[in-house]
């Protein structure tokens, strides 16, 4: 009876658990057992393994075998414990020396061939080992790159089950085998690509998606087709700054797990730009699936831009379950054996035509729609949602002689200004900008001017807006404040905030 130890890293959302992956080895009839919560694809391991293992020339040990996943009440997923089961089971059999892998963490799916295929999630696995005091990792070749990202791992890339069985004394050979690649995410132009000068006309829109940026404000945009709502949203993430160290970790570890990382470009360091289509599901959209649940759309667009097209078109289930992260910044997906949470701090923008045929411009003679079902419509767009939006804007069609405006650099430029006067304003608190900033702190810092609070508690009273509308309204007067390059706003940036709030339909 001998038992083979190494390690591995389960995924819970985006926090990494190290697993300890026990292999018992009993003189019993022959089996291969797998326990400790793993899910159908773990589960199937057992025939990767026993595959793999006997494709690299070693006989398969004739014992019963029972693989232990520990903590065993943590759930597991997915390939990526395959290379661990094998190397604890080898140890076990001491076809490997079980005191030189019980302290290595090893990921990796096994092909039947025995080569090593990449895996999901690599990046924050490997945080996660580090954090844990294990920087000893065997990844995939083709994982390789992404795993050395991260600061303090010993990181090998193998391309088979024989390399690493090599690596850690055993006697056989490795044969010259080419790595398996990841598969590239598929390639699109990036939205920083897009200069704002294209856009002719729309002035008010323009100085809203300017603020919307500088403050990372939420911006609602109605009109009729052909107006620029479209190219207005694309160009957004043009005029937002690179990010942080810290963010572009977090993103970066997100769009591994959903496996839209490429290596080859390091750390995604420009704001993610997501824009699902009107018929996607609420699973699509805010993550979901059997088991341990991936991210969706909203959380692909941490700290970037969440883009509705046509967004009254959307399932009503899809738009009410982007109320939680609006106001929360994350999302915690509950299923049967646990929860995962993932962050989703993004910036939604929603674009929309005033009714079903789109011509309900100015008298709106033109528009064929019936009243009610003009209302039924914009309906889609509960109150609640339309409550967390900052800003809200009416496009009316351009005409040929309109201007255009500043190119995106030089927006940019304004943009990055105003960003540095805020991380200079928070510097040391937990936000970074505007709309992530409590209403109670930027209240206790308007001054002791009465006639910047009798603008907001007056339209409160009036019902034009609510107490969150209020508070959102406050956080885009400082914006407002930034871009001009002012301290603290006066009174005519807030009423400036709540014109932006009540241009729209909404």
């Not at 080992?129 to 795993?147: D, I, T």
């Not at 995604?268 to 730009?273: L, N």
Request: hydrophobic letters at 45%; one cysteine or more.
């Amino acid at each position: 009876m001998v038992l083979g130890r190494t390690l591995a890293v389960a995924l819970v959302g985006l926090t990494g658990h190290v697993v300890d992956v026990e292999a018992h080895l009993a003189p019993a009839l022959p089996a291969f057992t797998l326990v400790g919560l793993p899910d159908a694809a773990l589960a199937e391991s057992r025939d990767r393994v026993r595959a793999a293992v006997t494709s690299t020339g070693l006989a398969w040990p004739n014992r019963r075998i029972t693989v232990n996943l520990s903590p065993a009440t943590l759930p597991k997923s997915g390939s990526g414990f395959d290379l661990a089961i094998a190397v604890a089971a080898l140890a076990g059999a001491e076809v490997v020396p079980p005191e030189r892998v019980q302290d290595v963490v090893h990921l990796g799916e096994l092909g039947l061939d025995g080569r090593l295929r990449p895996v999901r999630g690599v990046l924050p696995a490997v945080a996660a080992a580090v954090a844990a005091g294990r920087p000893r990792l065997v990844v995939p070749a083709g994982n390789v790159a992404e795993a050395r990202l991260v600061p303090g791992a010993e990181v090998r890339g193998a391309r088979t089950l024989a390399e690493v069985l090599s690596w850690h004394g055993a006697d056989l050979e490795v044969p010259d085998t080419e790595p398996v690649r990841p598969e590239a995410p598929p390639v699109a132009v990036p939205p920083h690509a897009l200069d704002l000068a294209d856009v002719v006309g729309q002035q008010e829109a323009r100085a809203c998606l300017e603020v919307a940026a500088a403050g990372g404000h939420h911006l609602l945009m109605v009109g009729p087709p052909g107006t620029g709502k479209t190219m207005l949203a694309s160009r957004l993430p043009g005029l937002l700054p690179d990010l942080a160290d810290a963010q572009a970790v977090e993103v970066t570890a997100i769009h591994s797990i959903a496996g839209t990382f490429d290596p080859g470009d390091g750390l995604v360091r420009r704001p993610p730009f997501e824009d699902p289509h009107h018929t996607a599901t609420a699973a699509s959209v805010i993550g979901g699936g059997s088991g341990v649940p991936r991210p969706g759309a909203a959380s692909r667009a941490h700290r970037g831009i969440l883009f509705l097209d046509e967004a009254p078109e959307f399932a009503t289930s899809v738009l009410q379950t982007l109320r939680q992260p609006l106001e929360h910044g994350e999302l915690v997906l509950h299923r049967a054996h646990g929860a995962a949470r993932y962050p989703a701090r993004f910036q939604l923008v929603l674009a929309a035509n005033p009714c079903p045929c789109g011509k309900a411009v100015g008298k709106g003679l033109d528009c064929t729609c019936r009243p009610e079902q003009r209302r039924r419509y914009f309906g889609r767009l509960s109150g609640p949602l339309l409550d967390r939006v900052d800003l809200q804007v009416e496009l009316q069609p351009s005409r040929a002689t309109d201007e255009c405006g500043d190119a995106t650099h030089v927006v940019a430029a304004r943009v990055a200004a105003a960003r540095a006067a805020q991380a200079e304003r928070f510097a040391g608190l937990p936000w970074r900008t505007c709309a992530e900033a409590p209403a109670s702190w930027l209240r206790d810092r308007l001054g002791a001017d009465r006639a910047m609070r009798a603008l907001l508690d007056g339209a409160v009273d009036r019902g034009t807006l609510s107490l969150r509308g209020a508070d959102r309204v406050l956080r885009v007067a400082w914006t407002i404040a930034d871009l001009d390059g002012r301290d603290a706003p006066n009174a005519g940036d807030i009423g400036s905030a709540i014109a932006m709030r009540t241009l729209g339909h909404a």
